[in-house]
């Protein structure tokens, strides 16, 4: 008898553990302070997405302020606030499509040899540079190298 008792505890446990763990991660998902990543830093926007973000925040804030002036100046007009919206978005995003196109079509920076600054070598690249001819990587560097690694004697201790 005390064994059926005990296993009544159990799956009463197991049954509980579950909803309490879809609880949990219902909590935090939508609780108002997420964990903090602090190795991981946001990427660095570019230029031209800057100022694609300008052009577009300024499209809206124009059709904003044409939208106002005209309520302002018909307030007995019968369009309504619906049909003002809607021709607010209409135009913003003809708008907005054009500046698209633009940005996508931009010349954007391309990707290159890491280090590598207009023939330039930079940081602890000089240490690698041992042979000529100086002031370019290549392929004598690496054999002074592994023939410097060679004659070096380890000592296994």
Same mark, same amino acid.
């Given at each position: 008898?005390?064994?059926?008792?005990? *296993?009544?505890?159990?799956?009463?446990?197991?049954?509980?553990?579950?909803? *309490?763990?879809?609880?949990?991660?219902?909590?935090?998902?939508?609780?108002?302070? $997420?964990?903090?990543?602090?190795?991981?830093?946001?990427?660095?926007?570019?230029?031209?997405?800057?100022? !694609?973000?300008?052009?577009?925040?300024?499209?809206?804030?124009?059709? =904003?302020?044409?939208?106002?002036? !005209?309520?302002?100046?018909?307030?007995?007009?019968?369009?309504?606030? =619906?049909?003002? =919206?809607?021709?607010?978005?209409?135009?913003?995003?003809?708008?907005?499509?054009?500046?698209?196109?633009? #940005?996508?079509?931009?010349?954007?920076?391309?990707?290159?040899?890491? $280090? #590598?600054? $207009?023939?330039?070598?930079? $940081?602890?690249?000089?240490?690698?540079?041992?042979?000529?001819?100086?002031?370019?990587?290549?392929?004598?560097? !690496?054999?002074?190298?592994?023939?410097?690694?060679?004659?070096?004697?380890?000592?296994?201790?």
């Amino acid at each position: 008898m005390f064994n059926k008792i005990r *296993t009544i505890g159990k799956i009463a446990k197991t049954v509980a553990s579950p909803i *309490t763990h879809a609880r949990n991660i219902i909590k935090s998902k939508f609780s108002k302070t $997420g964990p903090t990543i602090k190795s991981v830093k946001p990427k660095a926007t570019s230029d031209a997405s800057k100022r !694609f973000k300008a052009k577009v925040s300024g499209i809206k804030a124009g059709v =904003k302020k044409g939208t106002d002036e !005209f309520q302002k100046a018909n307030p007995k007009s019968l369009v309504t606030d =619906k049909d003002i =919206k809607k021709i607010q978005k209409d135009t913003s995003e003809k708008h907005i499509k054009r500046v698209r196109k633009e #940005y996508l079509r931009a010349p954007k920076r391309t990707g290159g040899r890491i $280090g #590598y600054k $207009g023939g330039k070598l930079v $940081g602890n690249q000089k240490k690698i540079d041992v042979a000529p001819p100086f002031g370019t990587i290549n392929k004598k560097d !690496f054999k002074v190298l592994q023939a410097k690694n060679k004659n070096k004697k380890t000592v296994i201790g």
